[in-house]
């Protein structure tokens, strides 16, 4: 099987969690601060909920770099997931941000694969723009 054969078939079967264990791992390492909110239970084994005010839909992981002052604002998917509305919603008032301090949108397993976040993070430590 070939290189590129193996990453589709390595990011079809990657989870979420896998995707963004992976994500903070390399963002961590690369001095970014990060913040994801997880969901919760309640006690008799309820909805899983994550509390909060605003409007739902907010991308699944916001990051900062200290250094530079970037924005890493995206939204976790499996290869084929897709985003709900409330989240498209803040992806495309995101779009409109400076694109030379902030970077959003969707990351997948695939742009996991292909080096596509690791770009973007590399991005993030370096001053001035893309
Ligand atoms: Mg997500």
């Known amino acids: 099987m070939d290189k590129t054969r193996y ?3 390595v990011a079809k079967t990657m989870g ?23 969901p919760a239970r309640s006690k008799d084994g309820g909805r899983w909920r994550t509390h909060q005010r605003g409007d739902v839909g907010f991308p699944d992981l916001c990051m900062v770099h200290p250094k530079t002052g ?5 939204e976790l998917k ?22 030379a301090t902030v970077a ?19 991005w993030g430590t370096k001053k001035g723009s893309r």
Not at 70 to 74: L, S
Not at 85 to 94: P, V
């Open 16 to 38: 979420e969690r896998e995707l963004e264990d992976a994500v903070l791992e390399m963002a961590k390492a690369l001095g970014w601060l990060s913040f994801h909110a997880l």
């Open 78 to 99: 499996t290869e084929k997931g897709k985003p709900t509305a409330a989240q498209q919603s803040w992806l495309d008032a995101l779009k409109g941000s400076c694109e």
């Open 70 to 74: 970037k924005i890493a604002m995206f």
């Open 104 to 122: 959003s949108g969707i990351w997948r397993p695939s742009d996991l694969l292909a080096g596509t976040i690791g770009e973007t993070l590399a």
């Open 7 to 9: 990453q589709q078939q």
